[in-house]
């Protein structure tokens, strides 16, 4: 998986110009129910922000692309939800994920909506608390208000802290070597 990540993120520093549209489609990928159990994106945001740190990168396309993203991943999996009802928990690979769709059922049941919005910063709720939403019939305009502001925080927040992880790195690097 580590591979993987590395290839993408050398390719978002070579291509930066598609930052904004890479960072979107991840980010839409990582919020999308099925989606976000296969592809490493929270990884590969934090390696983006990394990039950031050592000036290979704008931040704001990347935030704006990720924010994006995030916005058309969650609805989308709220609408599968309010589609299909508990029938889109039994679909693949969810279905193979019996305890990562009980944590989220349980999180759901206890917070509402706020587990929309705790849900972008915890990978595990991530991949079906917006499913969750939907099956539960959470009225619309109270998962967009959470939700939003859910995505732009957590589109800021991970490639940020990759960012200053980065910062930290370098900074501490520079001390070791005198740089």
Do not use: Q
Not at 107 to 129: E, K, M, N, T
Request: charged share 10%.
């Amino acid at each position: 998986m580590d591979g993987i990540v590395e290839t993408i993120v050398d390719f978002i520093r070579d291509n930066s110009a598609w930052a904004l549209w890479i960072a979107m489609i991840f980010a839409a990928a990582e919020t999308t129910a099925f989606l976000s159990i296969l592809i490493p994106s929270t990884a590969i945001l934090f390696g983006v922000g990394a990039l950031v740190s050592t000036g290979g990168l704008n931040f704001t396309p990347i935030w704006i692309g990720a924010s994006i993203g995030a916005i058309m991943g969650s609805f989308f999996s709220y609408w599968l939800g309010w589609r299909f009802g508990a029938r889109a928990l039994e679909m693949r690979p969810l279905r193979d994920h019996r305890a990562l769709v009980a944590r989220g059922t349980d999180a759901f049941a206890r917070w509402g909506s706020l587990a929309v919005l705790i849900g972008h910063f915890f990978g595990p709720l991530r991949a079906v608390v917006f499913v969750m939403a939907g099956v539960s019939r959470l009225p619309f305009w109270k998962f967009a208000a959470v939700n939003i502001v859910g995505c732009i925080a957590w589109a800021w927040a991970t490639p940020k802290s990759g960012e200053i992880g980065g910062d930290v790195l370098g900074y501490l690097w520079n001390l070791v070597t005198g740089g």
